[in-house]
C-alpha cells in the first residue's frame, strides 16, 4: 500500500466586497491550509486557474495556466472550460459551458470546489464547514477522524450489549500502477467510483470510511464473521466485475479485504484496526482481489 502524500495548494482569493454573500465558492479538496476557505463571488466574471493573474489562483500541476471561468448570466451563474488540459467538471460530468445550481460540485484539475448560492448561503457554508470535518471531500465517505470515533462508540456499545461488530479494511489493488499508467487524475476517479459503489451498499447505520490514501474501512454493527464476509465478498465483486471508464479509457480494477470480529468484547479500537490490517496484508500477499478473515 503506497503512503498517502498531500501536497499543500496555494490559493489566493477575490477580495471580497461588503456585499458579499450572494453566491460563493469553497474549497473541499484537498486537504491542507486553505481547505474550507470561501471565494465570495462579488464579480461578474472570476477566472480561476494556475496563473498569477488569475482571480483565484489554484497552484497545482493539473489546473491549467487559465483553466475556467465563472460568470453571471443574468440571475444565474455559468462556468466555461478555457480550453483546460484536463478540463472543467459539474458533479463529475465534463463541461464546456454549463449552468452553476446550488451546491453543485466544480472540478478543476485536482481541485473542487463546492458552489453555493441563494438566501441561505451562510447557513450552507457552515454545514459545509462540518460536513468537512467528518467527510473525505474526494470520496464523500467518511474521514479517518470520524471513523476512528465511531468505532470507538460501537465498540463499546457492542461490548455492552455483548452483539458481535465487525470491521472491514480494503485496499485499491496495484493503485500506485493506475496512477504511473491512467494519471493521477484517473486515480482520483477511480477512488470516487469505488467510493460511490459501496457507500450504495452500505446501510445507514454502517459506516464507510476513507481511512488514508486508497485503504478505505468499513464498521458493520451486529454483524458476525459470516455476516461480514458474505459484506466483503458482495463489495469485492461490485468493484472487480464492472470495468471503470474514464476519458473514454476503460480499465479494471480490484480490492484487496481483510476483516476482523469481535463479539461482545471491549477490544482497544486499534488492536481491532491492527487485526484487520494484519489480514489486508496476508490478502495482498496471497494474490490480491480476495477476502480474507
Not at 472543467?88 to 464546456?96: C, G, T
Not at 447505520?205 to 459484506?231: C, H, K, Q, W
Request: proline share 3%; aromatic share 8%.
Amino acid at each position: 500500500m503506497s503512503e498517502w502524500k498531500t501536497r499543500i495548494t496555494k490559493v489566493q482569493a477575490v477580495k471580497p466586497r461588503a456585499d458579499a454573500g450572494e453566491a460563493c465558492l469553497v474549497l473541499i479538496y484537498p486537504p491542507g491550509p486553505d481547505m474550507g476557505k470561501r471565494f465570495a463571488l462579488t464579480r461578474n466574471e472570476v477566472v480561476l486557474g494556475r496563473g498569477s493573474d488569475c482571480d483565484i489562483q489554484v497552484d497545482r500541476d493539473s489546473v491549467s495556466r487559465r483553466h475556467a471561468r465563472v460568470f453571471r448570466a443574468t440571475d444565474q451563474w455559468m462556468v466555461e472550460d478555457l480550453q483546460s488540459t484536463n478540463g472543467s467538471y459539474v458533479n463529475d460530468v465534463p463541461v464546456q459551458n454549463s449552468l452553476l445550481r446550488d451546491s453543485d460540485f466544480l472540478k478543476i484539475g485536482a481541485a473542487i470546489f463546492k458552489f453555493l448560492s441563494g438566501q441561505g448561503v451562510e447557513a450552507s457554508y457552515h454545514e459545509e464547514i462540518y460536513r468537512m470535518t467528518i467527510v473525505d471531500g474526494l470520496t464523500g465517505a467518511h474521514n479517518k477522524r470520524y471513523f476512528l470515533e465511531f468505532l470507538e462508540r460501537e465498540i463499546a456499545r457492542c461490548a455492552r450489549y455483548r452483539r458481535p461488530l465487525s470491521l472491514l479494511m480494503l485496499d485499491i489493488d496495484h493503485f500506485k500502477a493506475i496512477n504511473d499508467q491512467h494519471g493521477h487524475l484517473t486515480g482520483d476517479f477511480v477512488l470516487r467510483e469505488l467510493s460511490r459503489r459501496l457507500l450504495g451498499r452500505v446501510r445507514r447505520e454502517e459506516l464507510l470510511a476513507r481511512y488514508g490514501g486508497e485503504e478505505f474501512a468499513a464498521v458493520l454493527p451486529e454483524t458476525d464473521l459470516s455476516g461480514a464476509r458474505i459484506f466483503a465478498e458482495q463489495v469485492r465483486r461490485l468493484v472487480a466485475d464492472t470495468a471503470f471508464e474514464y476519458e473514454g479509457d476503460r480499465f479494471n480494477v480490484s480490492i484487496s479485504v481483510g476483516l476482523a470480529t469481535v463479539e461482545g468484547e471491549d477490544v482497544d479500537p486499534m488492536a481491532f484496526i491492527k487485526r484487520a490490517d494484519d489480514n489486508l496484508y496476508r490478502a495482498k500477499r496471497d494474490g490480491r482481489n480476495r477476502v480474507i478473515g
